[in-house]
């Protein structure tokens, strides 16, 4: 993934065998109208990874997660929730990409598939667990819940992707809500997931941008609102952000507190009315938490990495020929599956998840955030994918 202003070009770099692939997605990429998600991607730019995977980014920090329910205060604790979501910005979108290498696209997750995993306890915040699964396919839609028990928290909520083309950029606007549950607290947050613009396809040498708002509010009256700034030509750095903390109800134009830097590298807080700012987070110096995922053998066949087994063995071997082939039967056996439930009338239904159309903590939530922010959050739904307890 490159870290400076100018995009770095790998067509050179491409097998031979698949630059007829490359310059064939090109094609359709600038010809094309409709769901992105349904183009196939040559497999050298694949990642040997399946995007329901990255739902686990969200906590990969997980001793900021258990951290928010932990002060007395809810000022402090919204700042934690803060902490925590930055935290995971970078995990989900920056440090997840090996240094000196390119964002690859994940595998689109197929109906039904299934990710679980944990992250081991850190400094004693107990062991986190995440639940994804697939459920939905056009559009693609992952629902997921995350819990540490011993914080008393947990996570659920759903995301799906628009994704358009435009100039030689790739837009992706994620769609969907998550909550945050304090169960000790009776406390709630909702938060919404920024735009993202992947830039470099051309060069063969894809990165990704945040751009757009996102929204964090909290059943205390509390509210953030994030915006990102691509490329940072405003403020002369990539993955900038600007964080204004707010109380419902208030004068818009002010702010309790605002939160200033990279969500990548370094930020800072800053006081209403105050003229000097002191360290909010620098996510360089964290540590991502040991990950758990059961052995191949003990998976399920639903199971994301039993599913792509053969597909990334062949991309961590450089085979793309094979990986093709083999992503190929994939999707093909899906097609059939999609066929036969048509011609019997049945109805696909998630293992883990269900829909509720206006799910109270998220329609309530929206109602807060709306009163303040009213010209600017439109919500797609007031629904939620709702883990099965």
Known sequence: MPNNDDEV???????????????QFLKSLASFSGDLSSLTCPAFLLAPVSLIEYSEYWTQQPELFAAIPQADDELKRMLAFIKWFI??????????VPKGEWEKKPYNPVLGEQFFMSWSDVDGCGETNVICEQVSHHP??????IENAKAGMSLNGHTGQKTRFSGTSLICDQVGQSVVTLKNRDESYLFTSPSLTVNG??????????TGTSYIQSTTGLYCSIEYSSRGWISGERNHFKCYLRKNGGNP????????????????????????????????????????????????????????????????????????????????????????????????EPTYFHWIDNEPKVQSLQRMLNSTVKTKYEPATQGNWVFKK
């Open 9 to 23: 070009n790998n067509v050179d770099m491409i097998p031979v065998e698949q630059k007829g692939a490359f310059h």
């Open 87 to 96: 935290s995971s910005l970078n995990a989900s979108y920056s440090s997840r």
């Open 140 to 145: 693609p839609i992952t629902g997921f819940f």
């Open 201 to 210: 396809i051309w060069y063969a040498a894809p990165y990704v941008e945040l």
């Open 253 to 348: 134009k002010e702010y309790v507190y605002k939160i200033e830097g990279q969500w990548s590298g370094k930020s800072t807080i800053t006081t209403h009315g105050s003229k000097t700012s002191e360290p909010f987070l620098d996510v360089t110096k964290l540590k991502p938490a040991e990950m758990k995922v059961k052995d191949m053998s003990a998976q399920g066949e639903r199971e994301s990495r039993r599913i792509w087994q053969k597909v990334s063995d062949a991309i961590r071997a450089g085979d793309v020929q094979t990986a093709g082939i083999e992503k190929s039967k994939i999707e093909n056996q899906q097609r059939i599956e999609r066929s036969e439930r048509e011609e019997k009338g049945i109805a696909w």
